[in-house]
């Protein structure tokens, strides 16, 4: 399965991060454009992007090829 990529605030920044990475993929001074660096990482492989608030929380998640459908259950 593939891992999700994380958009997080890190200082007066924001981050594009892939799940259990050492590195970032990007530093950025908007979540917009942290955001959008994620959805192009995304799109290539099929992964989610996990978009989150300043102060952490989970705010949406969007997803690039990794759904089942019809969904379960």
């Given at each position: ?13 924001w ?6 990475a ?22 290539n492989?099929?992964?989610e ?22 969904p379960?259950?």
């Open positions: 399965m593939n891992k999700n990529i994380h958009v997080v605030k890190k200082g007066e920044n981050v594009a991060k892939q799940e259990n050492q590195r970032s993929s990007g530093v950025f001074p908007t979540q917009q454009a942290a955001f959008e660096r994620a959805r192009e990482i995304a799109r492989n099929g992964q992007v996990v978009i989150h608030a300043a102060d952490g929380r989970i705010r949406a998640k969007h997803s690039y090829g990794n759904d089942p459908f019809p379960k259950g």
